[in-house]
């Protein structure tokens, strides 16, 4: 691995035009000392995470702002599948217990009409469920929507549990909202459908992240494709976990048309496992290795000439 120092986060008005206050930098300080943060390209989980950050401080400059500054380790092609690095284990985002949480990023409300489809979309689920919105940032247009329960049951009744929750007058509502991107010649907005799995490991808790991500998603195929993504989703788990034993964090299957692929799978420690593509993956770590070095110390010497 690669270790880099970065400026993660400042005070005062960001690239998307939002405020940012000391008291979100303080949350974000507290995160990363408690658990590892992946980082990915472009904030797209289609492909395997291009590092971490593991450590990070709170520095205030000569402007009087405020910056969170980390130690950012950049995955290599070498890294891939080893003992784990650290201790600490990655921050994952699980579900609450009986919630069905919807998260919405700000680039898929394009216009009022989306805006009514996520209000019926509300409206229509009738389990108990929570939607907010998340602002990504990332400078590439790519449009998500996510879905996220937890299950404590077996790992054989993904799509049972997920199908539960909606409800079919909710998967109704999705499947609107869907219809009309296509109508709109929307391309590259996403709908992902995220299963966090309750296991007991010697009396303690661990959580398996199973995402299934469909890009650019036809309404009249969609549920019978997330029902067989789910199923060899659940195969590969049961293959995994108990015939490999392999240690997982998180699996993702991607679904495009009618094809669906497993695409990567992580460590406890957040290290890729296993990748369906490495060539692509080695051109983005090999883009980053050059780029990201370059726009890192053109930060650190703004930083270094503020203090």
């Keep these: 691995m690669k270790k880099i120092k970065q400026i993660i986060m400042k005070t005062g008005k960001d690239a998307h035009g939002d405020i940012i206050e000391k008291k979100l930098l303080k949350i974000v300080m507290q995160q990363i000392k408690r658990n590892d943060m992946l980082s990915y390209f472009e904030h797209d989980f ?4 291009i590092g971490k950050t593991v450590n990070a401080d709170l520095k205030k400059l000569k402007d009087k702002n405020y910056i969170v500054r980390g130690k950012f380790l950049l995955f290599e092609e070498n890294d891939i599948g080893k003992v784990d690095f650290s201790k600490k284990k990655i921050a994952q985002k699980i579900a609450k217990k009986n919630v069905l949480e919807i998260s919405i990023d700000r680039n898929f409300i394009i ?27 990332s400078l590439e247009f790519f449009p998500e929507l996510m879905f ?3 299950v404590t049951f077996s790992i054989t009744q993904l799509s049972s549990g997920f199908f539960t929750q909606i409800g079919i007058e909710g998967f109704n509502s999705l499947k609107n909202i869907i219809k009309k991107f296509k109508h709109k ?12 799995i309750e ?9 398996i992240e199973c995402l299934v991500i469909f890009t650019d998603p036809n309404e009249k195929s969609l549920e019978n494709l997330l029902i067989r993504a789910f199923e060899k989703l659940e195969e590969k788990l049961k293959d995994d976990l108990f015939i490999s034993k392999k240690p ?4 993702v299957y991607n679904v495009k048309g009618d094809k669906i692929k497993f695409e990567y799978s992580l460590k406890p420690d957040g290290v890729p496992l296993e ?33």
């Excluded at 296991?199 to 959580?207: L, Q, S």
């Excluded at 997982?248 to 699996?251: D, H, N, Y």
């Design 148 to 150: 996220n329960i937890l």
């Design 199 to 207: 296991m007991k490991n010697n009396e303690k808790i661990e959580y």
């Design 185 to 196: 010649n929307i391309y590259d907005f996403q709908v992902h459908f995220k299963v966090d």
């Design 248 to 251: 997982i964090s998180k699996i």
């Design 275 to 307: 990748i369906a593509n490495m060539e692509e993956y080695k051109k983005i770590l090999n883009f980053m290795a050059k780029n990201l070095l370059k726009w890192i110390n053109y930060r650190v010497k703004i930083e270094q000439n503020k203090s």
């Design 111 to 137: 216009d009022k009409e989306i805006d009514e489809l996520v209000d019926e979309l509300d409206k229509t689920i009738n389990s108990n469920h929570e939607l907010h919105f998340e602002w990504k940032k």
């Design 46 to 49: 289609r492909n395997p995470p």
